[in-house]
């Protein structure tokens, strides 16, 4: 079993779509919780960061973690075509970082 | 924002070559950068942890001898490919993490992609 799992996609969706992005997990001693978005070609940028359990939103990103089910989403409301990029999670716990494989998404107009 | 400013972008070199890629910190002091190895559609692989001053900490499986990461001062760190064989063809990205931040923030440089003929 992989310590991170994403689905990778793809996925196309509508614009002005709800889109739920989602890694499961399976150390417990993590404790950071992170979403990045990376453009074809370039590198991550980092788009939410939450530590242990709970929800954060910023716009139209909203992250939520579920420490108990070690279950972590990213949700985007009303989806943008310049959302269209890969999704990637990142955990960590001061001493490892894993990154799950990335969920590649489409918006289109 | 934190700024990471990798170089450079793309390179293309003969097999056996040695290739240099910088990673430097614009905005703000480095503890700790990461090297990380991405192949088309997949995610980022860790390749070594570097803290100024200090030896890199290699993954299992990456050749140290291959791979040579110096982190000389707080806004740089350097990636060195050596005897480059086409295998070795890839995007390398490098990560900091500011001095004073919290665990996990990381900034990412824009990448390098290596080409190796």
């Known amino acids: 079993q992989k310590e991170v799992e994403q689905d990778p996609g793809p996925l196309s969706v509508p614009e002005g779509a709800i889109v739920s992005l989602n890694c499961t997990y399976s150390?417990?001693?993590?404790?950071?919780f992170m979403w990045y978005r990376q453009y074809s070609r370039k590198g991550p940028e980092l788009l939410m960061y939450t530590y242990s359990s709970g929800n954060k939103e910023d716009g139209r990103f909203t992250a939520q973690v579920d420490k108990s089910s070690k279950y972590i989403s990213l949700f985007i409301r009303d989806s943008q075509p310049s959302d269209s990029a890969t999704y990637l999670c990142a955990m960590h716990n001061n001493n490892d970082m894993r990154f799950g494989a990335g969920t590649r998404l489409t918006v289109k107009p | 924002g934190a700024v990471v400013s990798q170089h450079p972008s793309r390179v293309i070199c003969k097999s056996g070559t040695s290739v240099k890629i910088e990673c430097r910190s614009l905005d703000f002091q480095a503890t700790t950068m990461f090297w990380y190895r991405q192949f088309p559609k997949q995610s980022l692989m860790l390749m070594a942890t570097?803290?100024?001053?200090?030896?890199?900490?290699?993954e299992q499986g990456v050749e140290k001898d291959k791979f040579l990461i110096n982190h000389a001062s707080l806004t740089l760190s350097t990636l060195t490919v050596t005897s480059a064989h086409p295998e070795d063809s890839s995007f390398y990205i490098c990560?900091?993490?500011?001095?004073?931040?919290?665990?996990?923030?990381?900034?990412f440089g824009e990448g390098s992609r290596l080409t190796v003929l």
């Open positions: 990560s900091a993490s500011r001095k004073g931040q919290g665990s996990g923030e990381l900034f």
């Open positions: 150390n417990s001693a993590f404790q950071y």
């Open positions: 570097s803290n100024e001053g200090s030896k890199a900490t290699y």
